[in-house]
């Protein structure tokens, strides 16, 4: 008998004052759940990604951290 574990999202970091803001992982999310701050900026002058999924539709893909150029998300999971 298989047992079929399912994976639960604990946390999307995206460390803000390391992201440029470019946008990458806002177009890869599938489920749209990233944003790009507007009038906000970090400690580089950039704006910045934010990460919101107030209705737990994250299927933690992990898309969003591996397109990311400077590795600026990390996503923390349990199985």
């Given at each position: 008998m298989?047992?079929?574990?399912?994976?639960?999202?604990?946390?999307?970091?995206?460390?803000?004052?390391?992201?440029?803001?470019?946008?990458?992982?806002?177009?890869?999310?599938?489920?749209?759940l990233i944003t790009i701050t507007s009038?906000?900026?970090?400690?580089?002058?950039?704006p910045y990604a934010v990460f919101g999924d107030p209705e737990g539709k994250c299927t933690c893909c992990a898309q969003c951290a591996i397109i990311c150029p400077d590795v600026a998300i990390e996503i923390r999971k349990s199985v």
């Open positions: 298989k047992v079929k574990s399912e994976i639960k999202l604990i946390e999307v970091i995206i460390k803000k004052d390391t992201c440029k803001g470019c946008g990458l992982c806002v177009e890869v999310c599938p489920k749209g009038g906000d900026i970090n400690k580089k002058g950039y």
